[in-house]
């Protein structure tokens, strides 16, 4: 499909965007898992990641996290952006979402979804945005909406929020708060 087809055809799904979803490894981290001898495990986050969360949520788009592990780094990192929802430890994606829609008063249409492997294919099939990070698993990338071209861990998530931005007229006015 050509380019610019498919960059407006993003563009119109994220225009109904009220809630942005994101899984953690492999989506806000580059997938790899860091344990310590003692045990303890550590993660690296993105801070272009970060900030496009934060723009998102300064326009009004609520933001929620739904990850199959569970960690404490995860919901440090959860509060200091300021994401609203936060869910660990849960393999079933699609029941959270489903609560949390129900929760909200939302619809699918209203939701994207950012992800990289298996787990995450019932959500990105199911919103309205399901998008895939650049390294994602290939058979996720073949159903999703799109493609970011950053990896995850290394911008994705910022790509992914900025498409929403752009998409709701809001990006301008996001980026020049900081002129």
Known sequence: MNSQIQEKRLQQRAKAIKLAIFDVDGVLTDGRLYFLVDGSEFKTFNTLDGQGIKMLIAS???????SGRSTPIVERR???????????????????LDQLLAELGLDYAEVAYLGDDLPDLPVIRRAGLGMAVANANEFVRQHAHGTTQARGGEGAARE???????AQGNLDAAQAAYL
Do not use: M, P, S, W
């Open 60 to 66: 009004g788009v609520r933001t929620a996290i739904i």
């Open 78 to 96: 959860a509060q200091n952006l300021g994401i609203q929802h936060l869910y660990q430890g849960r393999e079933d994606k699609l029941v959270v």
């Open 160 to 166: 992914f929020c900025e498409l929403i931005l752009r």
